[in-house]
């Protein structure tokens, strides 16, 4: 289900691509090696890119596929496009982690292991490939302190053993496949294990080690490798690196699919939208708030969520405006919070097809932080306006001091604020004494003399 899932979403993107004409490239030669970098996400977006650059070395007949990796994982579906496509490319694909600090974590793993040459730089990283959960931890079933002792066993447990199982088969199938070790893949998945590139070289994880892209491909002109059991020279002794950059709409779908900008998306929108409501013809907040919400659609048409933490964290934004306008001592407020905090972990907690999830402390925490801020400075706002006096309207005029223009007796006029009013008293005024606005009756004014005047 996953890698129809995967396929569709791949289709999706790339149909876009073509038909918004931004995939047009320079043909590529025999003598050429075409570069593909990913740094980020295995995501639809990065896996179209990395097949279509496979795809036309192979219609091409160029002389290999560079893949300069540095990813912390990604979907499995994604992941399972490029590694197929890999393991059934006629050309060769090399596999280069780098630069220095980069990893090939979780699903970058599998890539690694897919390739016909697998590189590292010093300073690198290679594994934890382990499905994450809630929260990004938990210890299997069949883990160390995980529960053998015969008691039950949560449907939840039974799931991620499982999906521990098929992803431990599949990284180990990859490796025996490619010749690497084949127990070390298997321990990258059940016991999330990761080895510096020393390590992995002295493991068998890759195939060499390289300072640079110049010294690796020094180093692998020559080297025999095989295309579907069939063995080939690598001759690159004179290649041409030909960088195959993303287009302009795949860069746009990978920054979708980031778990962490669809979760700010969601808040913006929120947001944009909840200020439009209070203040109708602001515009731009609504506008934002939707442009925002159409993106998250994009996203969520890419990135694998649950509808039960997509709820929870819909339910928290409206209890935290619903604080706004009831008086609940901080419980909807309260409540609001813990919402959207837990259903922020889970809307993207899928294991089964992807080990991409929302920051907690980085995402999550801030943007609560940022809502309840703004929570607190519209209530301050409201209650300032509240205890102000009135300054508009007829109402504010009682209490004013004005001029008895014309006797009252008891009608007469008065001058107040720069205007004539007709008035009444429950006693004669003189003309010209000062008096007090005690009410207003549509466009009369009820007056009383005021004795003294500081």
Not at 6 to 15: K, Q, S, Y
């Amino acid at each position: 289900m996953s890698v129809s899932l995967g396929l569709r979403r791949r289709v999706m993107v790339g149909f876009l691509c073509v038909l918004l004409g931004f995939t047009a490239q320079t043909a590529a030669t025999a003598n050429e090696l075409l570069v593909v970098t990913i740094d980020g996400s295995i995501n639809p977006a990065s896996a179209d890119h990395l097949i279509g650059a496979i795809e036309r070395a192979e219609a091409e007949n160029a002389a290999g596929v560079l893949i300069e990796l540095d990813t912390p994982g990604g979907l499995v579906s994604a992941t399972q496009d490029i590694i197929k496509a890999m393991l059934n490319s006629t050309v060769p694909t090399i596999v280069f982690v780098t630069p220095r600090g980069a990893s090939a974590t979780s699903a970058g793993t599998f890539i690694t292991l897919a390739a016909n040459v697998a590189a590292m730089m010093p300073g690198t990283s290679i594994g934890a490939a382990h499905p994450v959960s809630l929260f990004g931890g938990g210890e299997s079933p069949s883990a160390p302190g995980g529960g053998e002792d015969g008691g039950a066993v949560s449907d939840k447990a039974i799931v991620e053993q499982k999906i521990e199982n098929y992803l431990a088969a599949y990284v180990e199938s990859i490796a025996k496949q490619r010749n690497r070790n084949v127990e070390w893949a298997g321990e990258a998945v059940r016991n999330s294990v990761a080895v510096t590139a020393e390590e992995a070289l002295e493991l068998n994880v890759i195939d060499l080690m390289a300072g640079s892209r110049a010294e690796l491909i020094a180093s692998i002109s020559g080297r025999i490798v095989k295309l579907n059991d069939v063995e080939r020279e690598l001759d690159l002794a004179n290649v041409t690196l030909v960088p195959i950059e993303m287009t302009l709409l795949q860069s746009i779908f990978n920054f979708l699919s980031d778990p962490n900008v669809a979760t700010l998306l969601l808040a913006i929108g929120a947001i944009g939208l909840y200020m439009e409501f209070q203040s109708p013809g602001m515009i731009i907040p609504g506008a934002t708030g939707v442009a925002a919400f159409v993106l998250l659609g994009f996203a969520l048409q890419i990135l694998p969520f649950s509808w039960v933490g997509g709820l929870l964290v819909l339910i928290g934004v409206g209890l935290l405006i619903a604080e706004l306008f009831i008086t609940s001592f901080g419980v909807l407020f309260a409540a609001g919070v813990t919402c959207f905090l837990v259903g922020g972990t889970m809307v993207f907690d899928r294991p089964e097809v992807s080990d991409l999830t929302v920051s907690f402390w980085e995402v999550l925490v801030p943007i609560t932080a940022a809502m309840t801020v703004l929570g607190l400075l519209i209530v301050y706002s409201l209650g300032r306006t509240f205890r102000a006096e009135q300054t508009a309207g007829v109402d504010e005029m009682i209490g004013l001091v004005g001029r008895c223009e014309s006797a009252i007796d008891p009608k007469g006029k008065v001058f107040v604020r720069g205007e004539y009013w007709n008035s009444v008293a429950d006693e004669t005024i003189r003309a010209g004494d000062s008096v007090e606005i005690l009410e207003v009756k549509g466009l009369t004014l009820r007056v009383r003399r005021v004795l003294s005047e500081a």
